[in-house]
């Protein structure tokens, strides 16, 4: 047995450069991010989650005719197939959202044939736009199910926003919440190498299909360090109650060591941009409901974290994409747990054009499998040459 034990570790291969990309690019010290040359603040302002995808997908935004013709293309594909709707019937109440929309991933590549065309890019960007159309479909369903409703079905006349929350609510939005919801999908469409695009890529590596790489994204995706935690800032603001006990929950987490959702990046040193644009959206959300508690405490908890890991930690924290979407979701009456679902329904765009330019880029050399290496830290039963002998001496 080894004297001493080497401690376990990982870097979580920060500031390493792992491959190329034309699709997106994070400016950690100035805040910028740029989807294939546009801003993302523009895009935000001028374009339509719709347009977002075209550009993602076919590196270029689209003309009127291209973009008429993608709209068609995903209205005609929006419907599930009537087995995953009995499925979900058979589901417990209580399962996680994103837990059934990665099962649904998996259910959805039951019903295309374009899994078994291995190697084709046209199949790829098929299954693709299928599942950029079907998987806001699905969590709609899953919503209506759970709470004792019927799915709706999806109207063909309605944009994807509009749609959507269409089907969650059974009533078509008004033109203010359909174009805030909209932005809210063009904001999350796409950031690099972020953990569930790169577990995409890395699956896609394998020369497995999209869904099974889009599946592989939706759990990594899940995780409270990642989209799963504009759930927990909720969690959070509601545990927080008022704009009174934001010190002492401040001073809690820093004296525990604990984690203030929805603060801090692994690449963004300032204020992430989208943050910049989400914070006055959900400043208006509120005020249109006629409930600013949770946008008032968002901003006064950014705020005074800001100043005490200054004071305590001698460090700038700053806030990501997750801390005003939570508040704004919940203003526009989405429930908790299906926020990160629709941080989803929006990175999905994302995640295939990675998928795409991961398995069909033209690139020398040729992307490779993933495959790095790790260190072995374990103890070796006896000399490490005879292991199976020290097995047979059991
Ligand atoms: C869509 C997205 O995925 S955006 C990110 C969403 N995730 C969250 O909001 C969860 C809360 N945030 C975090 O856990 C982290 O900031 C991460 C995982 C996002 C990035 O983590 P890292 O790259 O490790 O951040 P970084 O290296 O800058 O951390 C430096 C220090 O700040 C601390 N820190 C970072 N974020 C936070 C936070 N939200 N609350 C408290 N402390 C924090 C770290 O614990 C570390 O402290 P230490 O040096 O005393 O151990
Ligand atoms: O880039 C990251 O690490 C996380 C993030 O902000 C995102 O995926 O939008």
Redesign the pocket.
């Known amino acids: 047995m080894a004297e001493e034990c080497k401690p376990i570790l990982n870097t979580?291969l920060?500031g390493v450069t792992i491959a190329s990309t034309r699709i997106s690019d994070v400016n950690g010290k100035e805040g910028k991010l740029v989807y294939r040359g546009y801003l993302v603040k523009d895009l935000a302002e001028g374009a339509s989650f719709e347009e977002v995808i075209y550009l993602l997908l076919y590196e270029k935004m689209p003309n009127r005719e291209e973009l008429a013709s993608l709209k068609a293309d995903l209205a005609a594909v929006r419907a599930l197939p009537g087995e995953i709707i009995s499925a979900l019937r058979t589901r417990p109440q209580d399962a996680l959202p994103m837990d059934i929309l990665q099962a649904g991933v998996a259910m959805l590549a039951h019903h295309d044939p374009d899994v078994h065309e291995e190697g084709s890019r046209d199949a790829a960007l098929r299954m693709g736009i299928r599942m950029i159309a079907k998987l806001p479909t699905l969590l709609a369903a899953w919503e209506r199910i759970r709470t004792g409703k019927s799915p709706v079905e999806p109207s063909p006349d309605l944009g994807h926003a509009a749609n959507f929350l269409h089907m969650m609510n059974g009533e078509v939005p008004d033109e203010e919440l359909t174009r805030f919801f909209d932005t809210c999908l063009v904001l999350?469409a796409e950031?690099s190498f972020?953990?569930?695009t790169f577990a995409a890529r890395e699956i896609a590596s394998t020369r497995a299909h999209m869904y099974a790489a889009v599946a592989g994204a939706v759990g990594s995706?899940s995780g409270?360090?990642?989209?799963?935690?504009?759930t927990?800032?909720m969690n959070m603001l509601m545990k927080i109650g008022s704009v009174d006990a934001i010190d002492d929950y401040i001073r809690n987490?820093?004296e525990t060591?604990?984690?203030?959702?929805?603060?801090?990046?692994?690449?963004y040193?300032v204020d992430?941009p989208r943050a910049l644009i989400l914070a006055p959206m959900s400043e208006k959300m509120g005020k249109r409901v006629g409930e600013t508690r949770w946008y008032d405490i968002s901003e006064a908890l950014e705020k005074k974290?800001k100043a005490a890991?200054r004071k305590h930690?001698d460090?700038d924290?700053f806030v990501?994409?997750?801390?005003y979407s939570a508040s704004l979701y919940h203003s526009m009456g989405i429930p908790r747990d299906q926020f990160t679902p629709i941080?989803a329904i929006s990175r999905i765009a994302g995640w295939v054009a990675h998928v795409l330019e991961e398995q069909f880029a033209e690139a020398a050399p040729k992307p490779m499998l993933y495959r790095p290496e790790s260190e072995y830290v374990g103890d070796y039963c006896g000399p490490e040459e005879c292991i199976l002998e020290s097995i047979d001496k059991r």
């Open positions: 979580g920060r999350h950031h972020n953990a569930s995706l409270a360090l990642h989209g799963g935690a504009n927990r800032v987490e820093i060591g604990g984690k203030i959702m929805g603060l801090g990046h692994a690449v040193k992430d974290a890991f930690k460090m924290i990501n994409v997750d801390f941080f």
